[in-house]
Nanobody, 120 residues
Framework: QVQLVESGGGSVPAGGSLRLSCRAS?????MGWFRQASGKRREAVAT???????NYADSVKGRFTISRDNAQNTLALQMDSLKPEDTGIYYC?????????????????WGQGTQVTVAS
């Protein structure tokens, strides 16, 4: 099973930026970022397949950018214009099957998560 390690979380004021990084022990067909706010379900933020095709949740379109480097086995999430509702634990996830998805249950590998807090 692929090992995933996130970094880059922190606390910023509303309107600020953060960049999350994820290092994988080896690359997988689909990798993505998910988040979970306190008391809420885990939800997809953005995914990218090995060909570089990205999908974003409507709530982050135009503000977040996902990228990956298959040679380095890394995944990144640039988050700009952050809002208090972006607060939560952000997880890197990987799926071996071809074809990305926003369904949490289809991802078999998860990182430990990194906290993102956006103050109003």
């Amino acid at each position: 099973q692929v090992q995933l390690v996130e970094s880059g979380g922190g606390s910023v004021p509303a309107g600020g930026s953060l960049r999350l990084s994820c290092r994988a022990s080896y690359t997988r067909a689909c990798m993505g970022w998910f988040r979970q706010a306190s008391g809420k379900r885990r939800e997809a933020v953005a995914t990218m397949d090995v060909a570089g095709r990205a999908n974003y949740a409507d709530s982050v379109k135009g503000r977040f950018t996902i990228s990956r480097d298959n040679a380095q086995n890394t995944l990144a999430l640039q988050m700009d214009s952050l809002k208090p509702e972006d607060t939560g634990i952000y997880y890197c996830a990987a799926r071996s099957n071809i074809g990305c998805s926003f369904q949490v249950a289809l991802f078999g590998s998860w990182g430990q998560g990194t906290q993102v807090t956006v103050a109003s």
